[in-house]
């Protein structure tokens, strides 16, 4: 199938899923709104709050505050889950002696975190930074550390038959085995970090999306609230389109799904 005729048919669940939501939230069926609009709002009055947000200009700045949170995260928490995941998968040792208390720290709820970070780091960024680098952290961990570990030993052994130092199987051999993992999980992270970050700002902030949610939700203000998820998913989505184009730049060797390079 063509990216097209798939961008289409992504358009179009979307479109249906829409409309549904309007007339099952506007139009009686049997003398009754099955969608209750003080509940579940509808699409026109959620479209209206989100342009009205857009042209006012109050948006920006939440969007703005929000995006830096969640680059943070992602960066800060690919980076130490990459780091980490190649020192444990190549130290066996190491890993051994840390396994139950990287397990008992990822087994932990983040949302019981939430109020030790902004005890420890205030109300500002940084609280939903650690928040969000703590989603991130463990997806890419285990991912690196699982990819490295799946390498070859048939491709290892022929690598140092002919030569290869540790350099160069770090290089050619495990880095390549770890970067499909590692961009699948980067996928999985991106909408991780804006969690983290979101719900660092709906439990204590004074601006971002998740400000704007709670806020709304405060008032009974659906649309409120539906817009602000609507902001936060189109958001997600243009940081994972970056990924995306970063991952096509890095793995041009790996064939397509149709088979083509």
Do not use: C
């Given at each position: 199938m063509s990216r097209v005729s798939l961008l289409a048919l992504q358009l179009l669940v979307a479109i249906v899923g829409i409309v549904l939501w309007q007339l099952l939230?506007?139009?009686?069926?049997?003398?009754?709104?099955?969608?209750?609009?003080?509940?579940?709002?509808?699409?026109?009055?959620?479209?209206?709050?989100?342009?009205?947000?857009?042209?006012?200009?109050?948006?920006?700045?939440?969007?703005?505050?929000?995006?830096?949170?969640?680059?943070?995260?992602?960066?800060?928490?690919?980076?130490g889950g990459v780091l980490i995941g190649f020192w444990f998968?190549?130290?066996?040792?190491?890993?051994?002696?840390?396994?139950?208390?990287?397990?008992?720290?990822?087994?932990?709820?983040?949302?019981?975190?939430?109020?030790?970070?902004?005890?420890?780091?205030?109300?500002?960024?940084?609280?939903?930074?650690?928040?969000?680098?703590?989603?991130?952290?463990?997806i890419v961990f285990f991912n690196v550390y699982q990819g490295v570990k799946e390498v070859s030993r048939t491709v290892l052994d022929n690598g140092r038959m002919l030569g290869m130092s540790e350099g160069q199987l770090m290089r050619h051999v495990y880095w390549p085995s770890a970067l499909s993992w590692m961009f699948s999980s980067l996928h999985t992270s991106v909408g991780f970090a804006v969690v983290g970050a979101v719900v660092g700002e709906y439990l204590g902030s004074a601006a971002g999306l998740g400000y704007l949610i709670q806020q709304a939700e405060g008032v009974f203000d659906v649309a409120g609230v539906f817009a602000g998820m609507f902001v936060l998913s189109a958001f997600?989505?243009?940081?994972?389109?970056?990924?995306?184009?970063?991952?096509?730049?890095?793995?041009?060797?790996?064939?397509?799904v149709d088979g083509r390079g």
């Open positions: 939230s506007t139009v009686p069926v049997f003398g009754k709104i099955l969608l209750p609009p003080f509940f579940f709002s509808n699409p026109v009055d959620v479209l209206d709050q989100i342009v009205k947000w857009f042209v006012s200009g109050v948006i920006w700045k939440h969007l703005g505050i929000t995006l830096m949170e969640s680059i943070l995260a992602f960066v800060i928490g690919s980076l998968a190549r130290q066996p040792l190491v890993a051994a002696v840390f396994d139950p208390y990287v397990k008992m720290v990822n087994a932990l709820p983040r949302v019981v975190l939430a109020p030790i970070f902004a005890l420890w780091l205030g109300l500002g960024i940084w609280s939903k930074v650690a928040l969000g680098v703590t989603l991130v952290f463990f997600v989505i243009l940081i994972d389109f970056g990924v995306t184009l970063v991952e096509r730049r890095l793995l041009v060797w790996r064939p397509t």
